[in-house]
């Protein structure tokens, strides 16, 4: 079994920064992909980033350049630096992890973009 725990959201102004924090525990160690999704209001579910185990990045158009996904083994824990907001990517994030052929998910994280 793995854990999520995300924290880390907020309300900002366009233009702005927020990082979220997703801490992952249980068989962290092995875990083959860590990422983060969204759901907009009135949108299905989205990837925005992820990271595999070998180090390999994916990203949404929307937020290349913008979003940087990164894990800090030591802490067992995986970030998403969000630069540049705007009022889109107003939404619930959640940290997701796949692990021996399933999906873990943490309970999300609101991020709201004023204009």
């Known amino acids: 079994q793995v854990t999520l725990v995300e924290s880390g959201g907020g309300r900002v102004q366009a233009g702005g920064s927020l990082r979220l924090s997703c801490s992952a525990s249980?068989?962290?160690?092995?875990?083959?992909?860590l990422g983060w999704y969204r759901r907009a209001p009135g949108k299905q579910r989205e990837l925005v980033a992820a990271l595999a185990n070998g180090g390999n990045t994916d990203y949404a158009d929307s937020v290349k350049g913008r979003f940087t996904i990164y894990r800090d083994l030591s802490e067992d824990t995986v970030y998403l630096q969000m630069d540049n907001l705007k009022p889109e990517d107003t939404a619930v994030y959640y940290c997701?992890?796949?692990?021996?052929?399933?999906?873990?998910w943490g309970r999300g994280t609101q991020v709201t973009v004023s204009s």
């Open positions: 249980g068989h962290v160690k092995n875990i083959d992909r």
């Open positions: 997701h992890a796949y692990w021996v052929g399933a999906d873990f």
